[in-house]
C-alpha cells in the first residue's frame, strides 16, 4: 500500500499513536491495517536486547560484546569498523531486533565526560569517518542504525536540561561536523536527538538542527527520534521534526498532538510529514523483521573479530628498551585485580551480557603459560590495601617479568555521572609504585575508558593502553604481550599531563541552566598543539614493536583553485623487524588565516599494513571541504585564498613530512574578532577565556545563572533541584533512596550509584511522560505546586487528577 494511500486511512488518533513508541523497544503497531513494530536495542559495541521482566537496565540476551567505541576509534581502521557492523547486525537478525541505537559519536571536550569510553574522538574527521563505515557494515544487513546523540552533549551533568552555550563556528566544525560525514557517507536510518538544549531551544525542539541543517543542508532522509525521556514539548519538537518519541508516554503525548491539530496549534502537514517519515521506517525494516531468527549466528567467529579488534584497538604508550613483547617461557607474575576481573566495557544503557568473557588468567591458564598472582588491591573504593600492596610485591620480587594490571574502575566512569579529576584509584597507583621500586621492567596494562594521569610514568618499563577490550580482552592483551600480535593502535584523543592543561575543562560541567563552549574550535589537539602545551601522550600517537619511515611527499599542484581536488602522495616504508600496521596522518593548517584557526587539523588518514621491509604509496584526495571554514556571515563554508602548509606523520606533534599549497579563492570577508575577542587568536598567552570575549563571539550576552529558589521550581527543574522546598526536601530524598529498586535483583553498587544520579538529573516532567501513562501531566503540575510551598493546593490538584483520571488508550491495543 502506498504511504498517500495508507496515511488517508489512518484515524487523526492513530496518526498520534504512531509518533512515539507502544513500549520501551518497540514503535506503534496499527493491526487493522496489518502495520508491524519496529524492535530497537540498545548498542552499540553490541547488541543488549533486553530479556523479560520490570525495572531498568534490565540484563540482555547473551551477545558479542565487542570493543566499545573508545577502542575502536584507536584502531582507525574503517574496514575493522565495517566489519564489526556487519557481525552486530548478523546478531539483530538472530534476535529479532530491527534497529540499533547507535553509533554514539559525541565530541570528546574534555576526558572528564563520564560516558567517553562510548564515543570515539576528540576529533570530527576520525569520528564521522569511522562512524559511517560502521553504519555502513550495518546497514548492509538490513539492520537500521541510530546516530546520536544530536547534538553538543559532551557531558552527563545535568544532562536532561543543561543548555550548551556554543558558537556558530564551534557548532559547524567541531560538533556537527561528524554527524554530517556520517549522514552523507552513510545515509543512517535514524538519528536520535540529546537531551539537551543547545543555545537554548531543546534539541528534540530546535528546527535549526533538525530541519535546516539535517535535512536540508545535508539531505537526511531518515527519522529523527528522541533518546529516552528527552521530549519537553511534544507539538513543538513534531512542528521541529522530531518524528518519533521514545518511549511510550502511555499516551500522553499522543493526546497532545491530536488537541493541537484539532485546535489549530499544530498544521496537520507536520504530523502527516512525521507519519509518511515512519512509515517508510516501518516497512523498510519489517524486511529484517521477517527474516528474525532465520539464521545462526556464528558467535566464534564474531569472538574472534573481537579479539582482533581489542589488540588492534589497544596502544603502545611507552616500551623502554624494546621492553615488550614478553617471553612466555621466563618467570611471569602477574598483579591486579583486574587480571582476574577484567573491566572490558563501561556502565549503562550500553552494557551487553557478553557471550563468553574471557580475563587475561584464564587466557594463560589456557595456553599453559605459567605464572604467580597477586589481587594487590580491591575494586571498590580507592582499592588501597597496604597489606594486598605488600603481598604482591613479595610476588613480584622473584619473579623476571612482572605485569600490572590497573586501570578505572566502574565506580570512577560512567553513564549518568562525569568524573572529577584523572586520578586512578589510590590502591592503583600505589601498588604501581612500590612494584617500580622492585624492578626497572614493569609492564603496565591499563583499562580505562579515558585518559587518566600517570605519576609514575618514568620508572615504568612499558605501558600498554589496552583502553577497554571487550569480552576477548584477556586474549587480546595475551597476544600483544607476548608479541602474537604488533600493536598499532593511536591515540584517538589527547593525554594531557594534568586536568588543568585542558582548557575546556575549565567550563566544563557548569549549571545550573547552562555550560559555556567558551573554547570555541580549540578542542583537544587543536588547543593543546596551537598553545605548545606539553602532553603526556599526543593525539595519533601509538608504538609498535616495528618501526616506520615517511618519504617522498608529492602534491599534484602547488597552486590551485578553491573547487579543485589535491593529490597527495607518499611513501610508508616498513623499516623495523616485523610486520606491522602503521596509521598515516595528514593534517592541514591555514598559513594566511584572517579568522583565528587551530595550528593544525587532521584532513585525511589510513592505516597501512606492511611486511618488514614493504613499502607502499599512500594516497589521499583534499577537496575542498578539506580547506573550508564555516562563515558565520554569510551562513555557509568559505575558503580563503592563501597558502596551507600540508604535514604528514604519525601523530600530530610528529610530522617528517611537508609542504606547502597556494590556493586562490573567491574573497570570503567576515567579522575579524581580533579587538573584541583577542584571546582566541593568541591561545599560548591565556590560560582562560574571559566571559566578555565569548560573549563577542557569540553575538550575545550569557543570561545569569541561579540556582533553583522555593518558588520558582517548575517542569524542567530537576529532581535535584527540589531540595530547595521542604516538601521537594522529602520527595528528593525518596527519590534518591527507591531509585536504585527499579534495577534487577543483585545490581552492583556502582549501578545503583548511576541511576541514583540519573534519577536526581532527571526533569520534573520526566515523572508523567516516562511513566507510561501511569501519572497524568496535570498531576505532577500539583506536585509542582507543593514543592513551590503551595501545599494543600498542590495535593488537592495532585490527588483530584489521579481520581478523575481518564487514561488515554492503552498502546497494547493498537497491536
Not at 573567491?666 to 590560560?687: F, H, I, S
Request: proline residues 5%; aromatic residues 8%.
Amino acid at each position: 500500500m502506498e504511504i498517500e494511500q495508507l496515511l488517508a486511512k489512518l484515524t487523526l488518533e492513530e496518526k498520534a499513536a504512531l509518533c512515539s513508541g507502544v513500549s520501551s523497544w518497540e514503535s506503534t503497531p496499527i493491526s487493522r491495517l496489518s502495520l508491524p513494530a519496529i524492535t530497537m536495542a540498545d548498542g552499540p559495541h553490541g547488541l543488549r536486547k533486553e530479556k523479560e521482566g520490570t525495572g531498568l537496565f534490565r540484563e540482555g540476551h547473551p551477545a558479542t560484546c565487542f570493543p566499545p567505541a573508545v577502542t575502536l576509534g584507536a584502531t582507525w581502521n574503517r574496514r575493522l569498523l565495517a566489519e564489526i557492523g556487519r557481525a552486530i547486525a548478523e546478531e539483530c537478525l538472530e534476535q529479532g531486533v530491527q534497529l540499533l541505537l547507535g553509533p554514539g559519536i559525541n565530541i570528546k571536550r574534555t576526558p572528564l565526560c563520564g560516558r567517553n569510553f562510548e564515543y570515539f574522538s576528540e576529533d570530527p574527521r576520525l569520528t564521522g569517518e569511522l562512524a559511517a563505515a560502521f553504519i555502513q557494515g550495518v546497514q548492509e544487513k538490513g539492520i537500521g542504525t541510530s546516530l546520536k546523540h544530536y547534538a553538543v552533549n559532551s557531558q552527563e551533568h545535568r544532562r536532561l536540561t543543561i543548555s550548551s552555550e556554543i558558537d556558530e563556528r564551534a557548532l559547524r566544525e567541531i560538533y556537527l561536523r561528524a554527524f554530517e560525514i556520517a549522514v552523507k557517507k552513510a545515509r543512517p536510518a535514524t538519528i536520535m536527538c540529546s537531551y539537551n538544549p543547545v543555545n537554548g531551544i531543546y534539541a528534540g525542539e530546535n528546527e535549526k538542527l533538525l530541519r535546516d541543517i539535517l535535512r536540508e543542508e545535508w539531505g537526511f532522509e531518515g527519522i529523527v527520534i528522541s533518546d529516552w525521556g528527552a521530549v519537553n514539548d511534544r507539538v513543538k519538537g513534531l512542528r521541529a521534526g522530531l518524528d518519533l518519541e521514545m518511549p511510550t508516554s502511555g499516551g500522553i503525548h499522543d493526546q497532545q498532538i491530536v488537541k493541537a491539530v484539532q485546535s489549530g496549534e499544530l498544521d496537520v502537514k507536520y504530523l502527516d510529514e512525521a507519519v509518511a517519515g515512519v512509515l517508510r521506517f516501518v516497512f523498510k525494516y519489517n524486511v529484517a523483521k521477517n527474516k528474525a531468527g532465520t539464521g545462526r549466528t556464528d558467535y566464534e567467529k564474531h569472538h574472534a573479530l573481537a579479539r582482533r579488534a581489542a589488540a588492534e584497538g589497544a596502544v603502545l604508550l611507552k616500551n623502554r628498551e624494546q621492553l615488550l613483547p614478553l617471553n612466555p617461557e621466563a618467570g611471569l607474575a602477574v598483579i591486579g585485580r583486574l587480571a582476574k576481573e577484567p573491566r572490558y566495557q563501561g556502565s549503562g544503557s550500553s552494557r551487553v551480557n557478553p557471550q563468553k568473557l574471557v580475563s587475561f588468567c584464564e587466557h594463560l591458564e589456557t595456553t599453559g603459560i605459567a605464572y604467580s598472582y597477586a589481587p594487590g588491591y580491591a575494586l571498590e573504593g580507592d582499592g588501597f590495601s597496604p597489606g594486598e600492596i605488600a603481598a604482591a610485591v613479595e610476588t613480584a620480587r622473584s619473579k623476571e617479568q612482572i605485569v600490572v594490571f590497573a586501570g578505572l574502575t566502574d565506580e570512577d566512569e560512567s553513564e549518568g555521572f562525569d568524573r572529577t579529576h584523572l586520578e586512578m584509584p589510590r590502591g592503583h597507583n600505589e601498588l604501581i609504585t612500590a612494584l617500580t621500586g622492585v624492578s626497572d621492567n614493569v609492564v603496565i596494562v591499563l583499562s580505562c575508558g579515558a585518559p587518566v594521569e600517570m605519576p609514575w610514568l618514568d620508572r615504568a618499563g612499558a605501558v600498554l593502553n589496552l583502553y577497554l577490550g571487550g569480552e576477548a580482552a584477556g586474549e587480546a592483551a595475551g597476544d600483544l604481550i607476548f608479541g602474537r600480535v604488533n600493536p598499532s593502535g593511536k591515540l584517538a584523543e589527547t593525554f594531557p599531563r594534568r586536568l588543568e592543561d585542558c582548557l575546556a575543562a575549565k567550563y566544563f560541567g557548569m549549571g545550573p541552566t547552562s555550560v559555556h563552549y567558551r573554547e570555541s574550535i580549540f578542542v583537544g589537539y587543536r588547543y593543546y598543539d596551537s598553545a605548545a602545551k606539553e602532553v603526556l601522550f599526543p593525539f595519533g600517537f601509538g608504538l609498535s614493536y616495528t618501526t616506520f619511515a615517511y618519504s617522498n611527499l608529492k602534491l599534484s599542484a602547488e597552486n590551485m583553485g578553491e573547487n579543485d581536488t589535491l593529490t597527495v602522495s607518499f611513501k610508508l616504508t616498513n623499516t623495523g623487524h616485523h610486520s606491522g600496521a602503521e596509521v598515516a596522518q595528514l593534517y592541514l593548517h591555514d598559513l594566511e588565516a584572517t579568522h583565528f584557526v587551530p595550528e593544525k587539523e587532521l584532513q585525511a588518514f589510513e592505516k597501512v599494513f606492511l611486511e618488514k621491509g614493504e613499502s607502499k604509496t599512500v594516497t589521499f584526495q583534499l577537496t575542498r571541504e578539506a580547506f573550508a571554514f564555516y562563515s558565520v556571515p554569510a551562513g555557509e563554508w568559505r575558503v580563503e585564498s592563501g597558502e596551507f602548509e600540508i604535514a604528514v606523520g604519525p601523530s600530530s606533534r610528529e610530522m617528517p613530512l611537508r609542504a606547502v599549497v597556494r590556493i586562490k579563492a573567491a574573497p570570503t570577508g567576515g567579522p575579524d574578532y581580533r579587538e573584541k575577542a583577542p584571546v582566541y587568536y593568541a591561545l599560548p598567552e591565556t590560560a582562560e577565556i574571559p566571559l566578555e570575549q565569548f560573549e563577542a563571539l557569540m553575538g550575545r550576552k550569557m543570561a545569569p545563572q541561579f540556582p533553583p529558589e522555593k518558588g520558582t521550581l517548575h517542569l524542567n527543574s530537576t529532581i535535584d533541584d527540589l531540595g530547595v522546598s521542604p516538601c521537594g526536601r522529602l520527595f528528593r530524598r525518596a527519590v534518591s533512596r527507591l531509585a536504585p529498586a527499579i534495577l534487577p535483583k543483585g545490581a552492583r553498587e556502582f549501578e545503583k550509584k548511576m541511576v541514583r544520579m540519573v534519577a536526581l538529573s532527571m526533569p520534573v516532567r520526566n515523572l508523567y511522560s516516562m511513566s507510561a501513562g501511569a501519572i497524568t501531566d496535570e498531576a505532577v503540575r500539583g506536585l509542582l505546586d507543593a514543592f513551590n510551598g503551595k501545599i494543600a493546593r498542590g495535593l488537592c490538584r495532585f490527588l483530584k487528577a489521579l481520581l478523575s483520571k481518564k487514561p488515554p488508550k492503552k498502546r497494547e491495543t493498537y497491536r
